[in-house]
């Protein structure tokens, strides 16, 4: 059995975790930071919603089917020159985040805006009736309501964040993912490949139940 | 009080200019229950919400206590608001916040109160409505009726001189319309709250409101006294609206008189009358037979009334129309 794990480093299984779940940590902050926001605007903005602006909406919902169009292996090269300016660095996990960032904030950002589309319209106008202004009705009505759907939205970015740390080897991140193709695909080590997946399907299993879990105790319906 | 002057409301559909609500005046006065009729589609639902602006008119001015709604401003149409309630068909409460938290919001947002004021005051209207005991549960824990009284708790927070109430009962069964409309009914008389409501169903009418507007594809058709457009309908709509809600079939009834004799009147009785032994009385004094066709006896808001359709055989009729008229008993000849 030991035998089957000898090209196995440990400390570089470790090193590699810590990687991924840096990068995780980092790109999902700042990907809830401007996706927020963003699956706000889209939603305010959008067809028959309270701010309905054509030209506004149709803009950014142009500008995010071209980032999510864009396949991320595409995306973390063409992205170097502008994470040399944000990071000073378009190396390591710092060069992988604002890649990262630019490719799961434009999906966030819709899985927001249609958890959002989800709140019964009702419950925005009862809030109107009540005097609050658009800032309360967002954070009074809005937000709370669409929190499990929210939550599920940030689940399912997680995980697809999981899959795009994968290729950030490409710029020289590290991580689990790198480490399944340089170890386990390029030099034929079947031992490393299969610790890095089980490893990685362990993080989208907490994930996913962790997000599961949530949404159930959010949920009152 | 409510006033509407000549407002006027159209949306644009796809380049095309559709009426909501055709030119019309309205006065509510204060404390009343005013109830609007009316099929959907027909802009009952559109003129509830020009009175709070959730819907702008095109032209005309609307004034509530002598205010100009027309011409608030984003900041004082949201002040204008939090001292108007509103309730609504599917109860709009949030689901992801206690019942108590519902009530707590218009405070919240006002944010002129607190924390101990708020709670004390939700505390109050939970009491009120019969709901101390579920202050902690969540909307989908209550049911129709419950949630519909949180709703009018949470309508009457901040402490309204007026309630719009949007087709209430009209998600509830009939058990829980009656506790409903029995609630509006008592919060009127002790708030003296005006409460505007809006519903398809005459019998809600009948119930708690005090005047009625019937409307019909953007008009408002017939208006008035409820005791008058219930027991005297003029307008196609109204009466189809009457005779809906009593089970009155006119095409029957024609055939029912073609098979009498003699006269046909219809008499109303109201209040007082309506317990009187008027009918033996004036049998015996001028001897007319009679036969009763139709009739309903019932109570409007908190009148009785009595509503019977007779033939008269014999006798002297004339003397005997003359004599509940002077009863105070309104007589319509059907069939002289």
Not at chain 2, 48 to 74: F, H, K, Q, W, Y
Not at chain 2, 240 to 264: K, M, N, P, T
């Amino acid at each position: 059995m030991m035998q089957f794990f000898s090209n196995v480093d440990w400390y570089d299984i470790w090193m590699a975790t810590l990687d991924t779940l840096m990068m995780l940590g980092g790109s999902m902050l700042f990907t809830i930071l401007l996706g927020l926001p963003l699956g706000i605007v889209l939603f305010l903005t959008g067809p028959k919603q309270m701010f309905e602006q054509k030209g506004v909406y149709a803009l950014l919902s142009f500008c995010v089917n071209i980032l999510r169009s864009l396949p991320f292996i595409i995306l973390l090269i063409v992205m170097i020159p502008m994470t040399l300016l944000i990071t000073g660095t378009s190396l390591g996990v710092a060069g992988a985040i604002p890649p990262l960032v630019a490719g799961a904030t434009p999906f966030f950002a819709r899985l927001v805006e249609t958890a959002l589309r989800e709140v019964d319209r009702g419950i925005i106008e009862a809030t109107q009736a009540m005097g609050a202004s658009t800032r309360q009705i967002i954070t009074n009505a809005l937000l709370p309501e669409a929190r499990p759907g929210i939550i599920a939205a940030t689940t399912v970015t997680a995980i697809t964040l999981v899959s795009y740390t994968a290729m950030a080897g490409v710029v020289g991140a590290g991580g689990l993912g790198d480490l399944a193709i340089r170890y386990g695909y390029q030099r034929f080590q079947t031992d490393v490949m299969i610790v890095t997946v089980v490893l990685l399907l362990i993080l989208v299993q907490i994930l996913q139940s962790l997000g599961d879990r949530l949404v159930v105790h959010y949920s009152r319906k | 009080m409510i006033q509407f002057e000549r407002v006027h409301k159209t949306y644009q559909v796809g380049g095309r200019e559709i009426t909501a609500l055709e030119p019309c005046n309205l006065y509510i006065p204060q404390g009343q229950i005013f109830g609007l009729i009316g099929h959907s589609g027909a802009g009952k639902s559109t003129l509830l919400r020009l009175i709070n602006r959730l819907e702008a008119p095109s032209a005309g001015r609307i004034l509530v206590d002598n205010e100009d709604v027309t011409a608030m401003d984003a900041r004082a149409l949201r002040q204008f608001r939090q001292r108007l309630g509103m309730i609504f068909q599917h109860f709009n409460l949030l689901s992801s916040k206690t019942v108590a938290d519902n009530v707590a919001m218009p405070l919240k947002l006002a944010g002129s109160y607190s924390t101990t004021q708020i709670s004390e005051r939700v505390a109050m209207l939970l009491h009120r409505v019969g709901l101390s005991s579920h202050a902690q549960k969540y909307p989908a824990q209550l049911s129709g009726g419950q949630k519909q009284r949180v709703g009018i708790a949470r309508a009457l927070a901040t402490n309204p001189r007026i309630l719009l109430c949007d087709e209430a009962t009209s998600a509830l069964d009939p058990q829980t319309t009656a506790q409903v409309l029995q609630l509006l009914n008592e919060l009127n008389r002790e708030l003296n709250l005006t409460i505007v409501l809006i519903t398809h169903e005459m019998d809600v009418i009948r119930r708690v409101c005090d005047q009625v507007a019937v409307m019909d594809a953007g008009h408002i058709v017939e208006q008035g006294q409820v005791s008058d457009l219930f027991l005297h309908p003029k307008h196609p709509t109204t009466r189809r609206f009457v005779y809906e809600a009593e089970h009155v079939d006119e095409q029957e009834l024609s055939r029912d008189f073609a098979q009498v004799q003699g006269r046909i009147v219809r008499l109303t009785f109201k209040g007082e009358a309506t317990y009187a032994p008027l009918l033996g009385q004036v049998a015996r004094q001028s001897g007319v037979d009679y036969s009763i066709l139709s009739g309903r006896i019932d109570h409007i808001r908190d009148t009785p009334y009595g509503q019977l359709t007779l033939s008269l055989v014999g006798g002297d009729a004339d003397v005997a129309i003359e004599q509940l008229k002077a009863a105070q008993v309104t007589v319509e000849v059907i069939r002289a």
